[in-house]
């Protein structure tokens, strides 16, 4: 069983959709959650990260964390044209310097 | 604020070829520092991480190697390339007083290999 998967799409929504993704992982230690936007042919960018269980807001960004079942979410509401990228999720326990990635999700929002 | 650089943007080297590629942090002290490497459709795979000067740590036995000559300095490196090296080289940092778990990377390089 892979730490973290993640089903990397494409996922294609028109503009103004709710995008909605998702990781789930195996690690019932871990307690730090990222998500990361990457542009194609460049470097990932962190948008958001979250400790333990709960919900997190910043602007259209929504990330959720459910431990009980090793499941986290990131939902982007109103979607641009200009969020069009790969979204990876990323999550690590208390202490450690390595995160475990997913592969990433492809995201596509068609004007 | 903090910025991380990396260069060059883009490299093509032969098989058999050394390499070396830079990543530098502006705007913090005493930064933990990563090397990782992206292949299409495998993720992003740690190389290298460094938590001080002199210090590495090697998640994947390969022919490259990594070394920090100075605090916010961070080199990647090969006496001989493999095919299988190419692909997108990411330098990352967080910082080493709080939220070690936030990484911040840089541009990236492209790596092609022939």
């Known amino acids: 069983q892979k730490e973290v998967e993640q089903d990397p799409g494409p996922l294609s929504v028109p503009e103004g959709a709710i995008v909605s993704l998702n990781c789930t992982y195996s690690n019932s230690a871990f307690q730090y959650f990222m998500w990361y936007r990457q542009y194609s042919r460049k470097g990932p960018e962190l948008l958001m990260y979250?400790?333990?269980?709960g919900n997190k807001e910043d602007g259209r960004f929504t990330a959720q964390v459910d431990k009980s079942s090793k499941y986290i979410s990131l939902f982007i509401r109103d979607s641009q044209p200009s969020d069009s990228a790969t979204y990876l999720c990323?999550?690590?326990?208390?202490?450690?310097?390595?995160?475990?990635f997913g592969k990433g999700n492809q995201v596509v929002v068609i004007p | 604020s903090q910025t991380i650089h990396q260069w060059p943007a883009t490299l093509v080297q032969p098989v058999g070829s050394p390499l070396s590629l830079e990543c530098t942090v502006e705007?913090?002290?005493?930064?933990?520092l990563y090397w990782y490497r992206q292949a299409a459709g495998r993720g992003l795979q740690l190389l290298f991480y460094?938590?001080?000067?002199?210090?590495i740590s090697s998640e994947v036995p390969q022919n490259l190697s990594a070394s920090r000559p100075q605090d916010r300095q961070f080199i990647l490196s090969s006496k001989k390339l493999l095919l299988s090296d190419s692909g997108f080289y990411l330098c990352?940092?967080?910082?080493?007083?709080?939220?070690?778990?936030?990484?911040?990377f840089g541009p990236g390089t492209r790596l092609t290999v022939t």
């Open positions: 990352a940092w967080s910082s080493s007083a709080r939220g070690y778990y936030e990484q911040y």
């Open positions: 460094s938590v001080g000067i002199g210090q």
């Open positions: 990323a999550m690590t326990d208390y202490g450690n310097n390595r995160l475990a």
């Open positions: 979250t400790y333990s269980s």
């Open positions: 705007g913090t002290s005493n930064p933990n």
